[in-house]
């Protein structure tokens, strides 16, 4: 049974920061590509970061610079670490794994405000 369970959502003022992690189990994690997501609220789902198998990194627009997406192979987990948190970055995170088959956790919420 595949399962990817986000942790690390809560409130944070602006300016400050979280890590995010998604520990996943019942995939050869260190074959999926690892991606996060997030929905703000009465908006659509949107592409936050990906970390390919072999490393590689890419990130929207909006956070590069602010969030830096890892992964460790040995423990199943990708995180998310976000700094510098702004308002508009309040959303459910997802964490999204992808090879042959994708797989997608529960979310967790972040909430950006003072």
């Known amino acids: 049974q595949v399962q990817l369970v986000e942790s690390g959502g809560g409130l944070v003022q602006p300016g400050g920061s979280l890590r995010l992690s998604c520990a996943a189990s019942?995939?050869?994690?260190?074959?999926?590509?690892m991606h996060w997501y997030r929905q703000p609220p009465g908006k659509q789902r949107e592409l936050v970061a990906i970390?390919?198998?072999?490393?590689?990194?890419v990130y929207a627009d909006s956070v590069r610079g602010r969030f830096t997406i890892s992964r460790d192979n040995a423990k199943n987990t990708v995180n998310l670490q976000m700094n510098s948190l702004k308002p508009e970055d309040t959303a459910v995170y997802y964490c999204?794994?992808?090879?042959?088959?994708?797989?997608w956790g529960p979310g967790t919420q972040v909430t950006v405000s003072s």
């Open positions: 999204r794994a992808i090879n042959e088959r994708d797989y």
């Open positions: 019942g995939i050869i994690f260190s074959i999926y590509h």
């Open positions: 970390i390919t198998s072999s490393g590689g990194t």
